[in-house]
């Protein structure tokens, strides 16, 4: 079972009685526009087919940022997405579990900002798109699921000042929270902490260095930060 004790983290990850392990998944393509995008391209080399399980993607500790993050763009990057979804953080270990079964793994959700560099190819690994440092921010809290619907969540993403807003929701995903949460664990053992990513809708809103971003979801509440050349930035 899920513990504070569970697995040692850095504090600004601790939201009593959770810890997170330190380890996100995100799904890519769960968003059928998505998928839409890539129209023939699809069926053609190097995809030949569309997925027919989950693809995911890591985004690794160096990424982790608290609310307030200050981002630096990657060198020759022009601008960053700010994908903003819902995290399922796991409570018990989950291996090859139903669907029926699999939101009783999920200790609750809490909000995450996937900032990661606009690319087109999905074929490869996109590591250097979204493995940069400051790329990940989560909180501000958990929520339980009885607060919570992630299937049914409002997001609101707000660009610049003054803000453009961006409203999106996570209903009518591939595959909603309790089939990938069994789709993955058929394959890949997740752990009480971990995050999953259902994904971000498409296409995300872009940030250029020197904005500022907000994403926000009641109840769990908001996230905010910055873009910045990449001499400015820090995880901080």
């Not at 769960?30 to 989950?54: I, S």
């Not at 607060?147 to 999106?168: C, F, K, M, Q, T």
Request: proline share 11%; hydrophobic share 45%.
């Amino acid at each position: 079972m899920f513990s504070p004790a569970a697995v040692p983290f850095v504090s600004s990850f601790d939201f009593p009685p959770w810890r997170l392990s330190g380890v996100v998944v995100g799904a890519l393509l769960n968003d059928p526009a998505a998928l839409a995008a890539l129209g023939e391209a699809v069926h053609q080399p190097p995809y030949r087919a569309p997925p027919r399980a989950p693809v995911l993607y890591v985004k690794p500790r160096n990424t982790f940022a608290p609310d307030g993050a200050r981002t630096a763009l990657p060198p020759r990057a022009r601008s960053l997405c700010v994908g903003a979804s819902i995290g399922l953080v796991i409570g018990r270990a989950a291996c090859r579990v139903p669907a029926a079964e699999a939101m009783s793994f999920v200790a609750g959700c809490t909000l995450v900002v996937d900032l990661y560099v606009p690319h087109e190819s999905l074929y490869r690994p996109s590591v250097r798109e979204r493995a940069f440092d400051a790329s990940c921010v989560l909180g501000p809290r958990v929520v339980a699921l009885d607060a919570l619907d992630p299937d049914h969540a409002r997001l609101r993403i707000r660009i610049g000042e003054p803000s453009a807003e961006h409203v999106v929701d996570t209903s009518g995903l591939l595959r909603p929270a309790a089939q990938l949460i069994a789709d993955v664990s058929e394959f890949m053992t997740l752990h009480a902490g971990d995050v999953l990513l259902p994904g971000v809708r498409h296409p995300a809103p872009t940030i250029e260095a020197g904005q500022r971003w907000s994403v926000e979801c009641e109840p769990i509440g908001a996230l905010h930060g910055e873009a910045l050349a990449a001499a400015e930035g820090d995880a901080s």
